[in-house]
Nanobody
Framework: VQLQASGGGLVQAGGSLRLSCAAS????????IAWFRQAPGKEREGVSCISTTDTAYYADSVKGRFTISRDNAKNTVTLQMDSLKSEDTAVYYC?????????????????????WGPGTLVTVSS
């Protein structure tokens, strides 16, 4: 199981970025996929999650601004981030778990996910 997050960069507050999580070695539609982020000096926190049946979950801090989606043909999960704020600045990670609705049962928790990819840095300037 390999995951690769991409799409990070520098953007002004109010702008948008689109992150992608590409999976290799396994068919992504069998996995719940989640996005986490970690800001400097802070703990890693759950941002969004999508189940194998495409149920989406969001942290309250990003609800209404971020959208998670899955493209099984491309074996990717995308996180569309709009109306970005300076507090969204962090390294973003994607993670996988071979369980259908792990986020619906446990929330978007780091301990629920065993497969992680390297992060991509998102910097939002105010």
């Amino acid at each position: 199981v390999q995951l690769q997050a991409s799409g990070g960069g520098l953007v002004q507050a109010g702008g948008s970025l689109r992150l992608s999580c590409a999976a290799s070695g396994f068919p992504i539609h069998y996995f719940s996929i989640a996005w986490f982020r970690q800001a400097p000096g802070k703990e890693r926190e759950g941002v969004s999650c999508i189940s194998t049946t495409d149920t989406a979950y969001y942290a309250d801090s990003v609800k209404g601004r971020f959208t998670i989606s899955r493209d099984n043909a491309k074996n990717t999960v995308t996180l569309q981030m709009d109306s970005l704020k300076s507090e969204d600045t962090a390294v973003y990670y994607c993670a996988a778990r071979d369980q259908n609705n792990v986020c619906g049962v446990y929330g978007i928790q780091t301990g629920s996910f065993g497969s992680w990819g390297p992060g991509t840095l998102v910097t939002v300037s105010s």
